[in-house]
T-cell receptor
Framework: GAGVSQTPSNKVTEKGKYVELRCDPI?????LYWYRQSLGQGPEFLIY????????DSGLPNDRFFAVRPEGSVSTLKIQRTERGDSAVYLC??????????????FGPGTRLTVL | DAKTTQPPSMDCAEGRAANLPCNHS???????VYWYRQIHSQGPQYIIH???NNETNEMASLIITEDRKSSTLILPHATLRDTAVYYC??????????FGPGTRLSVLP
């Protein structure tokens, strides 16, 4: 079946601009996660949704970052007033059994964000 | 979550078994050991996970020591397509996945 998809695959923007990154999880997965990956490092947790609500947003670096999942499926990560340090690959993952020990997360291909 | 330590890099000859070690000496009784890998420019790919018993699937085998302080991921017949960064993660109920730097496996022809 279809996996997690993310759009766009690449996004180039200028410092100070607003960007939106989209994630389509695997159908039927109630849990959705956003991660950020800088060059040469492992993915870093940003936020976790259970259904429509953000159950854990402890990884968001500051209030310029915000994410929504209004209908419990597609999610959008929003970054305001982008900075060069926001340049990274933004990964989305979904899972069927949220936050359980045996939970397996399935990742999308990521969106590479470049802030000039 | 258990802190895991992995060698930064390893080489393996094509067709041979790749054995990737992971130390997780502080793992708690309820923490599963997960392995993911990330091929260049792709998202992480789930490989396998286990709690106490050894596990095997179509991709790999996971050997967990009896004291659960370490584990080994085994790719039985490595191919060039297995070149990737491999992440070992210890994760408990309700916790996030915490990725370390992983092991960069290079499969050599």
């Amino acid at each position: 079946g279809a996996g997690v998809s993310q759009t766009p695959s690449n996004k180039v923007t200028e410092k100070g601009k607003y960007v939106e990154l989209r994630c389509d999880p695997i159908s039927g997965h109630t849990a959705l996660y956003w991660y950020r990956q800088s060059l040469g490092q492992g993915p870093e947790f940003l936020i976790y949704f259970q259904g429509t609500g953000a159950a854990d947003d402890s990884g968001l670096p500051n209030d310029r970052f915000f994410a929504v999942r209004p209908e419990g499926s597609v999610s959008t990560l929003k970054i305001q007033r982008t900075e060069r340090g926001d340049s990274a690959v933004y990964l989305c993952a979904s899972s069927h059994r949220p936050r359980e020990s045996a939970d397996t997360q399935y990742f999308g291909p990521g969106t590479r964000l470049t802030v000039l | 979550d258990a802190k895991t330590t992995q060698p930064p890099s390893m080489d393996c000859a094509e067709g041979r078994a790749a054995n990737l070690p992971c130390n997780h000496s502080t793992i708690s009784g309820n923490e599963y050991v997960y392995w993911y890998r990330q091929i260049h420019s792709q998202g992480p790919q789930y490989i396998i996970h286990g709690l106490k018993n050894n596990e095997t699937n179509e991709m790999a085998s996971l050997i967990i020591t009896e004291d659960r302080k370490s584990s080994t991921l085994i790719l039985p017949h490595a191919t060039l397509r297995d070149t990737a960064v491999y992440y070992c993660i210890g994760r408990n109920y309700g916790q996030n996945f915490v990725f370390g730097p992983g092991t960069r496996l290079s499969v050599l022809p």
